[in-house]
């Protein structure tokens, strides 16, 4: 079983409410037929919602850095729309998602 696969299983067992979906951004070029992304904020402009394209990570023991290339308006106003990758023929993959 994938590094993923193991992670969802341990969310799931965790918080079974959650629809948990782990990916590794180093591989995900692969799958999207991509060249290789750059960062995890350029490859992050390939999600398919603005709200969900978000990270945050610790910097230090009081540190927070966060990264959203979309802006955060739509996370927090819970706004829920594509990027600009998906508003044309692959808005049908934002729409199930929804």
Known sequence: MSTD???EVALRAAEPAA????KNQARMHLRNGD???ASAVEAMRGWPETATAVTARRR???GCEVAAPFGL???L???LRPTPRFMGDKRVV???RV
């Open 5 to 7: 696969r193991q992670l």
């Open 19 to 22: 629809a948990w979906s782990v």
């Open 35 to 37: 060249a290789p992304y």
């Open 60 to 62: 230090g023991p009081d």
């Open 73 to 75: 308006e739509d996370l």
């Open 77 to 79: 106003g819970l706004a």
């Open 94 to 96: 934002h729409e199930r």
